[in-house]
């Protein structure tokens, strides 16, 4: 991106109790701000359903327009995902780009993916997406004019036609095939210490926890989606045992069904764990919302049979925290709680071994 774009937030409250706004748009905006973007102020409109032509009021769209010019704002991001309609109508009205929550996460997705395998998942995710939601011929990227929503391992490719963006859609898929296929061969050469991947929200301090329990120096930082292309280390775990840990993409509420079809082969590879370390920012005060969400998801991708084990970790940063029986309680910053950490894996990984299908009646989770 060329100079930062500053960005007007505009969202719908429609007041459902169990899911209060303020966490999901502290969240929003940090992806906002990790797509490269300065949030320059916010619009929230308290409504019990969205306008299905609009999704604001009609009369709102105008408080939008007249914000957008008094901040000098060059996007709009919306936090409510956007019907085809609803963008259109608001484009016309405020002839500012508008990027919805989708369009964020595959724009911070774009920015951060190094790998090839995770530059073809985006650019995968960005063109499903672009397809499905009937953007991608000319007239709206241009306008974009290559800020946030347009950047991409497939930029110039994106200007394409909507019927080249099949055939484009269809040389990905075959090259990602190729891609996983070389994969799965490494994968298999190196079989024998049991397998155990970290999951949870982002954020949250999987490579952190990594970084600690492997001794390695993975990418950490304090933003969404700092880790996209997945990594594996071994990791002492007592004498003479190891295990393989994996380190993946962190999840986060309603991750984008784009995105969770173009990275399903990394995360159908969670499938051969022996058990899963599900992470969790203790320090957060929106955690419950963050574990529930990545139960969700682990329970979409097959994924709630295999062994769990819960990991609180940033303990350093709280004087009193959630009390779990069967968790671990750590710190990847100071190290606190980890020996038992690894004391825990093992008793784990035993008790997979052992039962091959130990229940969750058995164990404390
Ligand atoms: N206070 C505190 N901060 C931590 C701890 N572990 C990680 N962090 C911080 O949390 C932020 C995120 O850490 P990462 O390890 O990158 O988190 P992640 O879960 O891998 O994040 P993604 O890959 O982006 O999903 C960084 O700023 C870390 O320094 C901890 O134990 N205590
Ligand atoms: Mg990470």
Known sequence: MTATQRALVVAVDTGDPQRPIEPELLEFEALATAAGAAVVARV????????????????????????????????IVVLNDLRPRQRRNLEKRLTLPIVDRTMLILDVFA??????????????AQLRFRQSNLIGAGSDLSRLGGGIGTRGPGETKLEVDRRRIGVRIA????????????????????????????????????SSLLN????SDALVADRPFATLDPTIRRVYLADGAYARLADTVGFITELPKDLIEAFR???????????????VDASSADWPRQRAAVERILHDLGLESIERLTVYNKCDAIAEGPAESGAAYVSA????????????????????????????????R
């Open 265 to 279: 082969a990394t995360l159908e590879e969670l499938r051969d764990a022996d058990l899963l370390l599900h992470v």
């Open 111 to 124: 920015r951060h993916a190094r790998g090839s395998e995770g530059k073809l998942q985006v650019e995968l």
């Open 333 to 364: 910053r100071t190290g606190q709680g980890i020996a038992e950490l690894r004391a825990r894996i093992v008793a784990r990984l035993a008790l997979v071994r052992a039962g091959g299908d130990v229940d969750g009646a058995l164990v404390d």
């Open 44 to 75: 929230v409109q308290r409504r019990d359903r969205v306008d299905p032509a609009t999704l604001i009021g009609s009369g709102k769209v105008d408080d939008v327009a007249a914000a957008a010019r008094a901040h000098g704002a060059d996007v």
């Open 212 to 215: 600690v329990l492997a001794r």
């Open 171 to 206: 040389v990905l898929r075959r090259a990602l095939a190729r891609v996983e296929r070389r994969r799965a061969t490494r994968r298999g050469a190196s079989a024998g210490d049991p397998f155990v991947a970290l999951v949870g929200y982002t954020n949250v301090g999987k």
